[in-house]
């Protein structure tokens, strides 16, 4: 059983509006991550998370919040989208040191027309 | 400013030869290394790690080599099937650091 999950899938949203994406895990793990992938630029972290109720910011978070109401799950919020953040994204957990193994979600693709 | 480098953007071998793979870091506190497989539609998976006491890890046909003083590794991919075709992910992070830094990925095509 899938044990880092993401809502929805597929999303297709216009300019200006409010897009949640969703992301669940079941490892108990500490951190968690939002990445974004885009052809060229590989994986770039976006925003990531220690612990219930902690946000930080990745390379790239503008345009971007998060949150992280529970240990399981963990939000990314783009409140104004544009084109530019047409991409793939994805959510992974992790144990509490960076040399740990990251286990990621099937990933998001979203359009934003 | 890119810290981990991966050399090729895309790699073609045949079925049978040893695919390699060529990444480069930049940050001298970096000490574990370790490669993401990724399959089309999914999310990458780790594949194999190494960390910078070693100059070798293996696991089955995948290889790592490490040169610490270069500050460069590459994954060897012997036998190539093309069930390997897929992106690999090069990165890297320090023992005490809470994220992996990536690099762009190669895209392994396995010709039959």
């Known amino acids: 059983e899938a044990a880092v999950t993401q809502s929805p899938r597929n999303k297709v949203a216009v300019t200006g509006g409010k897009v949640t994406l969703s992301c669940n895990q079941t490892?108990?793990?500490?951190?968690m991550y939002w990445y974004r992938q885009d052809t060229g630029h590989g994986l770039r972290l976006i925003h990531y998370?220690?612990?219930?109720?902690?946000?930080e910011k990745g390379d790239i978070p503008d345009g971007y919040k998060a949150s992280r109401p529970s240990q399981e799950n963990f939000s990314l919020i783009l409140e104004l989208a544009t084109p530019s953040q047409t991409s793939v994204y994805f959510c992974?957990?992790?144990?509490?040191?960076?040399?740990?193994?990251?286990?990621f979600g099937p990933g998001t693709r979203l359009t934003v027309l | 400013q890119q810290q981990v480098r991966q050399s090729s953007q895309s790699l073609t071998v045949w079925e049978g030869e040893t695919a390699i793979l060529n990444c480069s870091y930049e940050n001298s506190a970096f000490d574990y290394f370790p490669w993401y497989q990724q399959f089309p539609g999914e999310g990458p998976a780790l594949l194999i790690a190494i960390r910078s006491v070693s100059d070798k890890k293996e696991d089955g046909r995948f290889t790592i080599f490490f040169n610490k003083r270069e500050k460069n590794l590459s994954l060897h991919i012997k036998d190539s099937q093309p069930g390997d075709s897929a992106t690999y992910f090069c990165a890297a992070s320090g023992t005490n650091a809470y994220k992996v830094i990536f690099g762009k990925g190669t895209h392994l095509h396995v010709l039959p």
């Open positions: 998370s220690y612990g219930a109720g902690s946000t």
């Open positions: 490892n108990n793990h500490n951190n």
């Open positions: 992974a957990s992790g144990d509490l040191q960076g040399d740990a193994e990251q286990f």
